[in-house]
């Protein structure tokens, strides 16, 4: 794939000169300008074309999911080049097609164009941030295939699905109650979306005991189980990996109402906050698991 490797060079010198002038001219000119110059009776324009026009009409929210995966990093205090890599690989990896190019391919690439492109440690950090970003993919409502609509696809088979590793996963919808109110415990993910913490189930723990100790991870809070409140399974793709069943099993936990601390190195976590039931219902939360989320709500005005 020599040619998509020119080519995303070329969408990275472009970007680099209209990032760099402050984008005063039309990318197009700027593209058609570096063809002509670097690259004179390429084939694969159409390929430039269309990721350039990806980063730019999705840069506003792009920018925003870089900050949010390295918030230690402003953006203008990103150099130009790795700005310019990250919002190319991020464009690849959320809003590409995965069947022209593969998770595992636009992250490699951006890495290389880093290391070539960039600096010192270029291709380390670039690696970081796709990697933090790469790892919520998988969540309900993203990049995966559920398998309900795995089912309903006629090529996906039962036996088919049946040959899909499964991965088990455990998580909690966490409650407390403080000065007579109850509040709901949520994680916030890199995409802007409020979501339930998990993790996985690690050899001779019970679903249950996994999840217990994930929220203690996750969050910091030592939860109390009391009930299961469903499951959520989905295909995702990890990279090197190939497809993957994610088994995830929600429960009720009832903590102490206590400060959240979410766990450094959360890849696709930025922050962690505390509910009362009524604000639930204005968040952003992925369709998945707001069944989860009434019916824990459900059982918690009941018993509490």
Known sequence: MANRHLSRSIVLQSLFEWD???KPEDLKLVIDRDIAE??????????????????????TVID????????????????????????MGLAELL?????????????????ELA????????????????????????????EQISVSRAKQNPVMTEEDLSKIPIEHKAGAVVYAKHDGVIYVALVHDVFGYWTLSKGGVEEGESI?????????EEIGLDITVSEKLGEIEYIAYPPGIGKVRKQVTFFLGKSEYQELVLEKGSGGLDRASWFQLHEVV??????????????????????D
């Open 20 to 22: 760099f002038s402050g």
């Open 282 to 303: 204005d968040l952003t939360v992925y369709d998945d698991i707001l069944p989860l989320i009434a019916k824990a709500i459900e059982h918690i005005t009941k018993t």
């Open 64 to 87: 925003d999911i870089i900050q949010k995966a390295a918030p230690e990093w402003p953006l203008e205090k990103i150099s130009n080049v790795d700005r310019n890599v990250l919002r």
């Open 95 to 111: 809003f590409g097609d995965r069947e022209q190019v593969p998770p595992k391919v636009a992250i490699n690439e951006a890495i």
């Open 208 to 216: 249950e005991e996994a999840a217990v100790r994930e929220i203690k």
């Open 38 to 59: 670097f690259a004179p009776g390429h084939n694969d324009n159409a390929f430039i074309y269309e990721l350039a026009e990806t980063v730019q009409r999705k840069q």
């Open 115 to 142: 290391k070539t492109f960039g600096g010192e440690n270029s291709g380390k950090f670039v690696n970081g941030v796709l990697g933090a970003v790469y790892k919520e993919i998988g969540e309900p409502g993203k």
